[in-house]
T-cell receptor, first 112, second 113 residues
Framework: SQKIEQNSEALNIQEGKTATLTCNYT??????LQWYRQDPGRGPVFLLL?????KEKRKERLKVTFDTTLKQSLFHITASQPADSATYLC???????????FGGGTRLMVKP | NAGVTQTPKFQVLKTGQSMTLQCAQD?????MSWYRQDPGMGLRLIHY???????DQGEVPNGYNVSRSTTEDFPLRLLSAAPSQTSVYFC????????????FGPGTRLLVL
């Protein structure tokens, strides 16, 4: 069966450092991979989308990589700030783009 | 634009009761979907719709019904609530398919006793 794994343990880092979150998947050949941010009590908010033929995507302090050989995506936040503290979800698109499967999310805590 | 709205924000049901979770969007999006989120399990797709009159099952459709009579509305019905349906429910929409950016509503927290 299809499976997406994100580190369920919280990631604690110091302000100013780079946070790196991992998303691994099995039994997929996704066309797209997306990353979302979710704050407590709120719905997820889209951050970045990367296609299978793209290796890297950047948006301001965010960078996403997509390695279809390793079946892994890395999500980086550079110069992290306490306001970046949230849960980050990765999601894969399959079934001709009509279905989106999410990982369990990783909670990031940035300490001042 | 209000975006994606959901009502109610919180609901308590007794086992066997029925209810409808409302979802509406004002962005003229064709694609809408319902997810449930449980601790440690991420978001799981319940049902989705690619346009008015068209719905399909997601990963966890049992116990839920949907219909899509208009582009704007996509209600989720629980016919006979069970404690296993205690969860947070999110509705999402996007212009043209699951592979695009999903716009999520604020969620409905449901407790089934």
């Amino acid at each position: 069966s299809q499976k997406i794994e994100q580190n369920s343990e919280a990631l604690n880092i110091q302000e100013g450092k780079t946070a790196t979150l991992t998303c691994n998947y099995t039994n997929y050949s996704p066309a797209y991979l997306q990353w979302y941010r979710q704050d407590p009590g709120r719905g997820p908010v889209f951050l970045l989308l990367i296609r299978e033929n793209e290796k890297e995507k950047r948006k301001e302090r965010l960078k996403v990589t997509f390695d279809t050989t390793l079946k892994q995506s890395l999500f980086h936040i550079t110069a992290s700030q306490p306001a970046d503290s949230a849960t980050y979800l990765c999601a894969l698109v399959y079934n001709a783009g009509n279905m989106l499967t999410f990982g369990g999310g990783t909670r990031l805590m940035v300490k001042p | 634009n209000a975006g994606v709205t959901q009502t109610p924000k919180f609901q308590v049901l007794k086992t066997g009761q029925s209810m409808t979770l409302q979802c509406a969007q004002d962005m003229n999006h064709e694609y809408m979907s319902w997810y449930r989120q449980d601790p440690g399990m991420g978001l799981r797709l319940i049902h989705y719709s690619v346009g008015a009159g068209i719905t399909d099952q997601g990963e966890v459709p049992n116990g839920y019904n949907v219909s899509r009579s208009t582009t704007e509305d996509f209600p989720l019905r629980l016919l006979s609530a069970a404690p296993s349906q205690t969860s947070v429910y999110f509705c999402a929409s996007n212009p043209d398919g699951g592979g695009r950016t999903q716009y999520f509503g604020p969620g409905t927290r449901l407790l089934v006793l």
